[in-house]
């Protein structure tokens, strides 16, 4: 089976522009994630989908990130207007029916986005 | 609350050598556990995840890892190190519904 693919693999851009990102996942997959990997850590979900609705936004920021799924398959994620801060490998991920133990995530292999 | 704690930032081993690569857990009720892979410039592969049928797990490419309830503990091992085993390993669990990742453990593995 085809695996989760992203949209672009790697990104430089100035503080204070705007950049997106794209998820395609697993066909099937009722369950999308985007992470952020911030150099030297483990990941930090940001957002979570079931089909087309959030089911988890709490640690995203919102003031300046976005997501969006529609039609329930693709994804975008969205930062405007981008810090220094924001630096960082971000990760999708898709699974069957949320997390358990029999419907691990399945991941892709990230945007890394430089902010200068 | 859920938490993931990796002790060793950085592990070196030699080639042919055993890997152990520690994790402890929190959590508030029996958490499923996971130990993901990371290739330079990859995404996460999972390595191997903890059902409750079997304290020892077995995964991939010869990794298995032992649930210690009274330890709170998940330590990935493996018997001999391959080269192509230096990456960056993760260890997570379940939370409402997503996964919890510790901070990852760099294995080097010296020829």
């Known amino acids: 089976e085809a695996g989760v693919a992203q949209s672009p693999r790697y990104k430089i851009i100035e503080k204070r522009q705007s950049v997106a990102f794209w998820c395609n996942p697993i066909?099937?997959?009722?369950?999308l994630y985007w992470y952020q990997q911030i150099l030297g850590q483990g990941p930090k979900l940001l957002i979570q989908?079931?089909?087309?609705?959030?089911?988890?936004d709490s640690q995203l920021p919102k003031d300046r990130f976005s997501a969006e799924r529609l039609k329930g398959v693709d994804s975008t994620l969205k930062i405007q207007p981008a810090k220094l801060e924001d630096s960082a490998v971000y990760l999708c991920a898709s699974s069957a029916v949320g997390v358990r133990e029999d419907s691990p995530l399945h991941f892709g292999n990230g945007t890394r986005l430089t902010v200068t | 609350a859920q938490s993931v704690t990796q002790l060793d930032s950085h592990v070196s081993v030699s080639e042919g050598t055993p890997v152990l690569l520690r994790c402890n857990y929190s959590s508030s009720y029996s958490p499923s556990l996971f130990w993901y892979v990371q290739h330079p410039n990859k995404g996460l592969q999972l390595l191997l995840k903890y059902t409750s049928a079997a304290t020892l797990v077995k995964g991939i490419n010869g990794f298995e890892a032992e649930f210690k309830k009274s330890e709170t503990s998940f330590h990935l091992t493996k018997p001999s190190a391959h080269m192509s085993d230096a990456a960056e390993y993760f260890c997570?669990?379940?939370?409402?519904?997503?996964?919890?990742f510790g901070t990852g453990t760099r294995l080097t593995v010296i020829p």
């Open positions: 066909s099937g997959h009722a369950t």
């Open positions: 989908f079931q089909n087309n609705g959030v089911v988890d």
């Open positions: 997570a669990l379940t939370g409402a519904n997503n996964l919890f």
